[in-house]
């Protein structure tokens, strides 16, 4: 046997046991999910309601204990002492409940990605373990040690980082705790209070750092985070389909995943403005807009009004008015509610008019069948209704957009051209940048809320009952060491009204619930309001926040972070960089990097992390427009080189225009290259799975692919995204980039 036959022997005994002890863990669990079940639906409301509560927490752990099958154990530190430690997915003990593995986010495992032969941090040597299913395939060491021969790489575990840069696409972004670089595990483990900004350039994994922070955070403040919930913030859905799979990998399934468009529950925003429109409705003056837009519903009359109810006179005076809204407004409460203030007071300064026969004021109880009286009458609620009208916001966004003397009256900084741009008929779809506005306007006018308020004081007693009864179980040792739970997690699981009721479900069904943290990817397409209404949903201000303002899109996006952030923030905010890039080939990334650079973009610095030889083709076709000939044989041919059953993936990208007719023509030339049956298996899969695609710029923004033919540049470039599109487009393939263009390549393409 070789020494490192023996090692791989050593190792693959230990990882047999970790696995070993999963599968326990495992079993266990179900046993108790079947003791629970088994006891069926008897018993009183509340031990039903204790037994659901169990079963839902044993099958999360169940679900937690399968999810961390692949590559449960993927390394080894040994340090100074002989000391030797595990670290791998989550943290196991033995029946003992002596350590045998390290959850990749305890403080114990941070040398694992931190420790560097300057800073070596008591590790003599780092072992990354290569695993095949269950299987020790190789192992990879670095000696730490200051006098040691072997001279360390700047990255850490290379072999591994390249094997998994170089492995073929799936369409679904996979986790990389085995092999999170030392300036990622700063980010990820960087402390929860503020907002952190992590700016950097297309691939140095801004998207794969924010959702290990994620995972991070809830491990290292379960308690505050599990209760108050994590909001992560995607630019659509495919976006967050192409991320869904990586924090069940790592174990945490309770972050809420949205998009701004979803921001509302119970409002569907499909509709999508033109990029102007969308720029005029980020604009963060509609604060004040919507502001006026509700004050414009509480207006004193142009004149005193008569009216006579049951045969006595009254005045509904312009005066009394006046300072019944005045008083209202003082209450500082949403236009809906405060507009109960307003009429109690109105109903009372009406009822002030009619004195008994000695000019007296009536006795309270008189004067209170009387206000009854008053309320019920038409008249006098017509015009308190004029006066402080009840609105909801999606009326009051509707009103600005169809009625241009609204708009005028509420939006004096907009010129006539861009009222004209919002006009809108009442009832159309609403669009992405309608949420932030209506999100606004639910701020200021209220919900609609008398129930509401009912039931939330009805959950409140019932969740101090919970709370209460809790910690008296937790207290008789009912719950076991199978599910680490704190009072506080079981109480709300035994005040919600199903068993399967979690924070996260919680958390998206209330527009009003505030987060313990935010995590924002591509932030640099939010508008000013979309900013107000996520900084609304964290009052703490704890956010992770992920983008790159040189691939900026949005008109109404981020071109510096300072410009979009302390007018919000102040300083509440730390800026930081990530500058290698683990998707794109050097050679790919520095022409990308020239192009955005000569075009004017704030590109930050960016080192590729490899190169791959034959990274980039460029071909040149004669004619008008791009030949759809040329382009479909240059797809097919990078499908036959890349395309497997289990993985690899092919996209053309194109000017937005180009997309139909492309897709057609690479449909068709598919059979050709792969086979009938090859080219049928991938034409039966879902669009948004295809391993060949066709897509336009904005479609492919956060994605990758193994490989990318990217069409006529200069016509990307001169769409609506302009280069920041191109520098996008340029940035998607992990392994090669083939140009077919006709016009000129833009300027920077060629060194
Ligand atoms: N430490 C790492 N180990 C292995 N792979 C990594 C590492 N960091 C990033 N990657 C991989 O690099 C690719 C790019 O990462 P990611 O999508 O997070 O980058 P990004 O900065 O968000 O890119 P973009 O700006 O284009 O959205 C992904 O495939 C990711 O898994």
């Given at each position: 046997m070789t020494g490192i036959g023996n090692e791989l022997n050593h190792e693959q005994a230990v990882v047999d046991v970790l696995y070993a002890r999963l599968d326990e863990l495992r079993e266990a669990t179900r046993g108790r999910l079947r003791d629970v079940r088994l006891q069926g639906a008897v018993g009183t409301h509340q031990n039903r309601s204790e037994r659901d509560a169990f079963a839902t927490l044993y099958e999360d752990r169940a679900a937690q204990l399968d999810a961390v099958e692949e590559r449960l154990a993927f390394g080894r530190l040994d340090l100074a002492g002989d000391e030797v430690r595990y670290v791998g997915r989550i943290g196991l003990n033995d029946a003992e409940h002596r350590g045998i593995l390290t959850d990749w986010r305890a403080p114990a495992a941070e040398a694992f990605y931190r420790a560097t032969a300057l800073h070596p941090a008591d590790v003599v040597r780092r072992r990354h373990l290569v695993t095949k299913g269950r299987s020790v395939t190789g192992i990879e060491d670095e000696v730490l040690d200051l006098d040691s021969e072997i001279e360390a790489s700047s990255l850490s575990g290379e072999g591994a980082l390249l094997a998994s840069m170089a492995a073929g696409r799936t369409g679904r972004m996979t986790d990389i705790v085995a092999t999170i670089q030392s300036e990622q595990d700063r980010i990820i483990r960087s402390e929860l209070t503020g907002t952190l900004v992590v700016q950097g350039g297309p691939g140095t994994g801004k998207t794969a750092v924010a959702l290990h922070r994620a995972a991070y955070l809830l491990y290292a403040h379960r308690r505050l985070l599990e209760r108050s919930g994590v909001l992560l913030v995607g630019p659509n859905r495919a976006f967050l389909r192409y991320i869904d799979q990586v924090l069940p990998s790592l174990g945490e399934t309770g972050v809420v995943a949205t998009t701004i468009a979803e921001l509302i529950p119970g409002v569907e925003a499909s509709g999508t403005d033109e990029p102007f429109v969308a720029h005029v409705k980020g604009r963060g003056l509609w604060r004040r807009v919507i502001r006026r837009a509700v004050r414009a519903r509480e207006r004193v009359p142009a004149a005193d009004l008569p009216v006579r109810v049951e045969g006595h006179d009254y005045e509904i005076r312009r005066r009394d008015v006046r300072d019944a809204i005045a008083r209202a407004r003082r209450s500082h409460k949403p236009h809906n509610e405060a507009r109960t203030t307003f009429v109690k007071d109105m109903l009372g300064r009406l009822a002030d008019q009619v004195t008994d026969v000695d000019g007296a004021r009536l006795a309270a109880e008189d004067r209170t069948g009387l206000i009854e009286e008053l309320r019920a009458h038409r008249e006098v609620r017509v015009a308190l209704n004029l006066a402080w009208f009840p609105i909801t916001p999606q009326k009051l966004l509707e009103d600005l957009y169809a009625k241009p003397h609204r708009l005028a009256e509420a939006a004096p900084e907009l010129n006539d051209a861009e009222r004209a741009l919002l006009r809108r008929a009442p009832g159309s779809v609403w669009t992405e940048s309608d949420v932030p506005l209506l999100d606004e306007a639910y701020e200021l006018l209220g919900e609609d809320d008398a129930l509401a308020r009912a039931e939330a004081a009805q959950a409140a007693a019932a969740e101090a009952e919970a709370l209460e009864h809790a910690r008296n179980v937790l207290a008789s040792g009912a719950a076991d060491t199978m599910i680490q739970v704190d009072a506080e997690t079981l109480a709300a699981r035994f005040a919600s009204?199903?068993?399967?009721?979690?924070t996260a479900e919680r958390a998206a069904a209330d527009r009003r619930w505030t987060f313990g943290h935010v995590v924002v990817d591509e932030a640099q397409e939010l508008s000013p309001m979309a900013w107000h209404a996520l900084v609304r949903r964290v009052p703490t201000r704890s956010m992770t926040v992920v983008g790159d303002v040189a691939q900026t899109s949005s008109p109404a996006g981020a071109r510096d972070w300072s410009a979009m952030l302390t007018p919000l923030l102040r300083e509440n905010w730390r800026l930081t960089e990530l500058t290698v890039s683990?998707?794109?080939p050097a050679t790919v990334a520095d022409t990308a990097q020239r192009v955005a650079r000569a075009g004017g973009l704030p590109v930050s610095d960016l080192v590729a992390a490899r190169d791959v030889d034959d990274a980039l083709a460029v071909v040149r076709v004669d004619g008008g427009e791009v030949s759809v000939a040329a382009v479909a044989h240059e797809a097919a041919t990078l499908a036959k080189e890349f395309v497997e059953p289990e993985a690899g993936r092919v996209a053309v990208i194109a000017p937005a225009h180009q997309v139909p007719v492309l897709a057609g023509a690479v449909d068709r030339a598919l059979p050709a290259a792969l086979g009938e049956a090859e080219a049928e298996r991938i034409g039966a899969q879902r669009p948004e799975d295809r391993q060949v695609t066709v897509l336009g710029p904005r479609e492919t923004k956060g994605l990758e692919f193994d490989a990318v033919v990217l069409v006529e540049p200069a016509g990307i470039a001169a769409g609506p995204g302009a280069l920041s599109d191109l520098y996008v487009s340029m940035t998607r393939p992990t392994q090669r980039l083939v140009v077919v263009h006709t016009e000129d390549l833009p300027e920077g393409f060629t060194a």
């Open positions: 009204t199903g068993p399967s009721l979690t683990y998707r794109t």
